[in-house]
């Protein structure tokens, strides 16, 4: 074959005549209609609206920052930069087995818990199907859904919490994944386990629950090992942690997943080959090695939440109150004279970021994540302040 006859045979097969198909040359790629229903997450503030710097107790993270075994861990994984981590994350995986008396093979690691919740939804939801969840729960939920094109069902709460009949009652035979936090963000409410137990008996049995415990070290340890024995038990049950709270590692991005073998196998065919980073596995490792931290962080967050709820509580007359919470924050309501709005601009002057969400239907609250002890003293008196009482 001439250069020539070759050349016009590779044109023949690339040209898109050949397709048959010729484009509108004015048509842009459309993204699928179930995307454009999607509203970015929002991350929490770090910075007041004229732009100063402000202490974030905005997004739930460790004010005691990182255990020093895992900040030693990270520092020593910077000259590996070049190679790819192990894609299994083994050694941490079966640290974590270790730890909670899991089968390293029915454990998963994610890019964040947050990458196993959407492909939880992916795996097993799609166009036509539902994936149900609580009102006031956790706005990724809502995300994961429409990703993969399911609809997204909010079941009515009961006084901030989840409501486990009304999540029962609003089951359809599309319902594909049903997702709980517990604790549950933003509002801290904790269903114990008793009552996640009701609610996995009242599933079909071809519903995949989700029990997402990102802030399942901060509850009483007698409470901690319910959800996986659940997961233990049953084909239909999987529960997600994270390192991003207790453990202090946001920034690393690990996650990881508990679950019946199959279902293991199905985040295992979708999740990023190499999803957590040599630097993140080498990090969570040590952070498991370090439960003094751990129990630190969780006893440092039951004192100062306990103080922060007696001090609105003591402003009840100028209609402040809050959502009861096991988790590393409160969400505090004001119903009175003094609105959110303006306790979020107050607190933002006294130098803090909280979260005021009234796009997730909560525009009387704000949740504040608890931070270090001196912080929680001046958000305290800020708040008093705002109600016309001595700090
Ligand atoms: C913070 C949080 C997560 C954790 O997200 P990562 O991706 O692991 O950082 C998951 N679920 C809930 C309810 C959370 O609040």
Redesign the pocket.
């Known amino acids: 074959m001439s250069i020539t006859a070759r050349s016009a045979c590779v044109f023949a097969l690339y040209s898109p005549r050949q397709t048959g198909y010729r484009a509108n040359p004015m048509s842009k790629p459309e993204p699928k209609p179930w995307i454009l229903g999607i509203h970015a997450y929002q991350p929490g503030k770090s910075k007041s609206a004229s732009g100063k710097p402000l202490v974030k107790l905005s997004?739930?993270e460790n004010p005691l920052g990182t255990s020093p075994a895992a900040l030693e861990a990270l520092a020593q994984a910077r000259g590996e930069a070049a190679t790819y981590p192990d894609p299994d994350s083994r050694a941490l995986r079966e640290a974590i087995a270790s730890l909670h008396g899991l089968d390293p093979a029915r454990v998963v690691c994610?890019?964040?818990?947050?990458?196993?919740?959407n492909l939880a939804a992916q795996g097993f939801a799609g166009p036509g199907d539902e994936v149900l969840f609580s009102r006031f729960?956790?706005a990724?939920y809502d995300i994961a859904a429409r990703r993969c094109g399911a609809t997204p069902v909010e079941a009515p709460d009961r006084d901030f919490g989840t409501d486990v009949d009304a999540l029962l009652g609003a089951v359809t035979e599309r319902t594909r994944v049903v997702f709980l936090?517990n604790?549950?963000?933003?509002t801290g409410t904790f269903l114990p386990p008793s009552e996640v137990a009701r609610l996995h008996a009242g599933l079909p049995s071809d519903v995949l629950l989700v029990v997402?415990?990102?802030?399942g070290e901060y509850v009483d340890p007698a409470l901690q090992s319910a959800a996986f024995a659940l997961a233990a038990a049953h084909d239909n049950v999987l529960v997600?942690?994270?390192?991003?709270?207790i453990y202090g590692l946001?920034a690393e991005?690990?996650?990881w997943a508990t679950g019946a073998p199959s279902l293991i196998d199905v985040l295992n065919r979708i999740r990023g080959p190499f999803n957590v980073t040599i630097s993140g596995q080498r990090a969570a490792l040590a952070a498991l090695g370090d439960q003094d931290f751990v129990r630190a962080s969780r006893i440092h967050n039951a004192a100062e939440r306990a103080r922060l709820a007696e001090a609105v509580a003591a402003l009840g007359n100028h209609g402040l109150s809050f959502s009861p919470s096991e988790?590393n924050f409160l969400l505090v309501h004001f119903e009175g004279e003094v609105t959110a709005a303006q306790a979020l601009e107050a607190l933002g002057e006294a130098g803090y970021a909280v979260r005021h969400l009234p796009g997730q239907g909560l525009p009387r609250s704000l949740r504040i994540t608890i931070g270090k002890t001196d912080d929680m003293a001046r958000v305290i008196a800020a708040l008093r302040t705002l109600c016309g009482e001595a700090a």
């Open positions: 997004a739930n994610g890019t964040g818990s947050d990458e196993l919740l729960s956790f990724v936090a604790p549950n963000n933003p997402d415990e990102a802030y997600t942690r994270t390192f991003s709270k946001a991005r690990i996650g988790a």
